[in-house]
């Protein structure tokens, strides 16, 4: 069945340092790719997407690129910020059929030291 | 524009007892999906309802039920809790089609004892 992987953590970095979040999916046909965040005691919040491959989804600093040839959307940061300390969570939705349910990875604690 | 709204935020529950978690969705949207997160199993589909209709499905016992109402509230309904049922629930609403973004409420945190 369609499934996510991503890198176990935590990751511990100092501020402005550079981030990557590794993230490989398997699914048939083509999926929807999506990077959700999560601040403690919260739900999830939708970092960025990308619908098809090689779209890039972008957001407050935050790139993903959907890589079809290696099946992958890797997370990235340029310069993190301690206020980026959160859990992310890769996921994937579709392909096939009308349903909006996602399959997530494990999630990734980032921790931002000052 | 309101968000995602759940209801109750926080339950304390006894092994045996049911429960009801609510959802109300954004408005306009259509499809509402729940998921339960645990730090064991992580974030685990439950089932997907559209138009008052179950979609989609996970795999949970039969314990596990949900419903949605003709203004797209959606409920779900745990019987016999068990510990194990302790988590936080989840609900994500979405316009419908492929690839479109689910947003999510701050979650019911049920603690069963």
């Known amino acids: 069945g369609d499934s996510v992987t991503q890198m176990e953590g935590p990751v511990t970095l100092s501020e402005e340092a550079f981030l990557t979040i590794n993230c490989t999916y398997t699914?048939?046909?083509?999926?929807?790719l999506f990077w959700y965040v999560q601040y403690p005691g919260e739900g999830l919040q939708l970092l960025l997407k990308a619908t098809k491959a090689d779209d890039k989804g972008s957001n407050k600093g935050f790139e993903a690129t959907y890589r079809k040839e290696t099946t992958s959307f890797h997370l990235e940061k340029g310069s993190v910020q301690v206020s980026d300390s959160a859990v992310y969570f890769c996921a994937l939705s579709g392909p096939g059929g009308a349903t909006n349910k996602l399959i997530f990875g494990t999630g990734t604690l980032l921790a931002v030291q000052p | 524009k309101a968000g995602v709204t759940q209801t109750p935020r926080y339950l304390i529950k006894t092994r045996g007892q049911q429960v009801t978690l609510s959802c109300s969705p954004i408005s306009g949207h259509r499809s509402v999906s729940w998921y339960q997160q645990t730090p064991g199993q992580g974030l685990q589909f439950l089932f997907e309802y559209f138009s008052e209709t179950q979609r989609n499905k996970g795999n949970f016992p039969g314990r596990f039920s949900g419903r949605q109402f003709s203004n797209s509230r959606s409920e779900m309904n745990v019987s016999t809790l068990e510990l194990g049922d302790s988590a936080l629930y989840l609900c994500?609403?979405?316009?419908?089609?492929?690839?479109?973004?689910?947003?999510f409420g701050q979650g019911t945190r049920l603690t069963v004892v």
């Open positions: 994500a609403s979405s316009w419908d089609g492929q690839g479109t973004e689910a947003f």
């Open positions: 699914a048939t046909g083509y999926p929807s």
